[in-house]
Each structure stands twice: as C-alpha cells, then as structure tokens.
C-alpha cells in the first residue's frame, strides 16, 4: 500500500532538481559567457605569425595554440568588444606567454610589436651598392644576395631584362623573419613592374622610339648625372638631341660606371677607357642601365623636355645646379665653372 507524501516534500524535490539542472547549465555556458583567460602582461617571449587574411577567430586559435591566451573565445570576445577586428594585420609579432587576452590585443594593434626590419633603398645605386646596402639593413649575407640577383627566374624580371641592373626599384621595404634575399629582390623587381605598369612604360617607350630597356637605361643615367629632379627632363632632352645628331653622349656617370667608381672628377684618360658604357668612344646608349632609378627618373626619360640643348653641366654639385646650352662656347665655360668648383675643394 503507497504512502501519500506530503505536499512541502515534493515541492522540495522539485525545487533541489530544479537548481542541480541550473548549476549544471551554468558549467555548460560559463567558457562561453566568461572564457577562460589570464591575467596580467603574460612573462617571456613568443613570436607568432599571423597570416594574410586571417580573422579574428583564427587569430584567436593560433594564440591560444601558443599559450599567449588562455582561450580563443577570451581573445574572440575582447576583440569584439572593442571593436578591433579590422585593426588586426597580418605579419609577425613578438608577443609573452600567458597573457591576458586585452593585454595580447594590445600588444597585436600597436606597431612596434611587428617583428619586421624596414631598409630604404635610395635611387641611383648601383647593383653592387645596393646589395651592400641590403645587407647591412637585412643581416642577410651579401654572398646570397648576390646569388639571388644573377637568378633571372626567382626575380621574375621583364623579358626585355639583361640582368637585375636597373630593375631593383628604390624605395622602403619590410623584411620579415621568414624572408629570403631571394624574396627581397623579387619585391623590389614587382615594385618597378608596378611603376612600369603605372607609366604605361612600354606603349610610352615605342612614343619615344626607344626600347623599354633603352628608357630604364636613359632613366638610369638621368639618375646618376642630374642634380634636381626638375632637371631630368631636360637631360633627357639633350640625350635625344645627341643621339639625334648622332654625336657621341659622352656622359661621365657612363665612364665612371664602367670603372666601377665614383667622383666628381673625370680625367682624359679616364674618358680612354676600353668599355662598351664609355659613351665617350661608344656611340648612343651604352648597353644597359647603369644604376636603379626611380619613377621620377623613368617618367623623364619617357617625356622629356621641348629644347635644342646638346650639353649640360652640374655647375655646382653641392646645391645640384645644374646650365644647359646649345652652344659649345658655352659649354666649356660652364666646363671651366666646374673644374674651378672641383678645384676649390
């Protein structure tokens, strides 16, 4: 025979299933309304790489996977509340161990954090110049660089290239841990594509009748003999106008180039030398470039000045001054100007 149980009994049990099934819910939702996560700065250092793309959730897995958070739903959860999705770029950055998911979010936002080295390339240097340059601003080796640069494959270079001279393109450049001399180089040559691609390069060349080499080349010495660059179009003119005339360029900058040296000084053995980049004996352009110019030097080159100019002198090298004439007599006054410049220093 059963026994009727009082009413405040059942009552009781329903209200303890009642609570055991809420303490049970909380456990279940609580890593989703409060993820795990550490506290404080985090100690040590860890670099993790975020990939190009990545959302914030797969930024969250690959910090979490490092110990940086303790969870990706804590990161996930204080990027979206403050809204620093889009703040979040790709790269490399040195972050600490056991951090909390604000202080990682911070750290990923503020740029100092990116493991990356920046080298500015400036125009006008030569392939040997530049790789020096590269070197000491990359802590690559220089030996690899200069393997790099005789590989016409892993550059890419346009098929009208003769060799990576003239088409490592001047400018500021990130360098990333996992970057190769290689790499770096390929960057540089799809930076001038870039900037051939802008200047429409080889429809202007055939306006200028000139192979898209001959204009690197011209643009090239532009860089090496001019001083402003408001001059570039003007000394692109005169090399026209000679080459017009069929006269010999006689440019210094050719001549020191092929004795793999610099000054302000030429003399007349110097102007002797055997080289096909010896526009003093060698008649037209010399046969390639003979530095790595920049856009301002490539678009002279592809519009030059209007002028019936056949020489120029940079007068006074020090403030870049260069005169331009028709005129020899003036010409080798401007001459005598330099030499008395050269001579007074």
């Known amino acids: 025979m059963s026994r009727l149980r009082p009413l405040w009994l059942l009552a009781g049990g329903a209200a303890v299933v009642a609570t055991t099934l809420g303490v049970g819910g909380y456990v279940l939702v609580k890593p989703y309304l409060m993820p795990a996560d550490f506290?404080?700065?985090?100690?040590g250092t860890v670099t993790v790489k975020i990939d190009e793309g990545a959302s914030a959730r797969e930024i969250a897995s690959v910090l979490a996977d490092a110990g940086v958070v303790a969870s990706a739903r804590s990161f996930v959860r204080v990027t979206e509340e403050q809204a620093k999705g889009k703040s979040l770029r790709p790269g490399?950055?040195?972050?600490?161990?056991?951090?909390?998911?604000a202080a990682a979010l911070k750290l990923l936002v503020a740029p100092e954090s990116r493991v990356v080295r920046r080298v500015t390339v400036a125009e006008g240097l030569r392939l040997p110049e530049l790789l020096d340059r590269l070197t000491a601003g990359t802590g690559m080796r220089r030996a690899?660089?200069?393997k790099a640069a005789a590989d016409r494959q892993e550059l890419d270079l346009p098929a009208y290239a003769e060799s990576a001279e003239g088409f490592l393109f001047p400018a500021t450049y990130e360098v990333e841990p996992d970057m190769t001399p290689g790499k770096v180089l390929a960057a540089m040559v799809e930076r001038y594509r870039h900037a051939a691609h802008?200047?429409?390069l080889e429809a202007a060349a055939a306006k200028v009748h000139?192979?898209?080499l001959e204009v690197v080349t011209v643009a090239s010495i532009l860089q090496a003999e001019g001083g402003r660059d408001s001059d570039y179009p003007k000394i692109a003119r005169v090399i026209y106008n000679r080459i017009k005339a069929r006269v010999p360029l006689q440019l210094d900058a050719t001549v020191l180039y092929a004795q793999?040296?610099?000054?302000?000084?030429?003399?007349?053995?110097d102007i002797k030398v055997k080289s096909p980049y010896n526009t003093y004996l060698r008649p037209g352009l010399p046969p390639g470039p003979i530095a790595n110019p920049g856009e301002k030097a490539l678009q002279a080159a592809l519009h030059p000045d209007q002028g019936d100019w056949l020489w120029f002198v940079t007068t006074d090298?020090?403030?870049?001054?260069t005169k331009f004439t028709d005129k020899e007599s003036e010409f080798v006054r401007y001459r005598e100007e330099l030499n008395k410049y050269l001579g007074t220093r």
Do not use: C, N, W
Not at 39 to 43: I, L, V
């Open 39 to 43: 506290e404080g700065a985090g100690s």
């Open 210 to 212: 000139l192979t898209p």
């Open 317 to 321: 090298p020090e403030h870049r001054i």
């Open 198 to 200: 802008e200047l429409d």
């Open 144 to 146: 690899d660089f200069a």
């Open 260 to 269: 793999k040296r610099r000054s302000l000084k030429v003399t007349e053995k």
């Open 92 to 101: 490399y950055f040195k972050l600490r161990k056991g951090m909390s998911a």
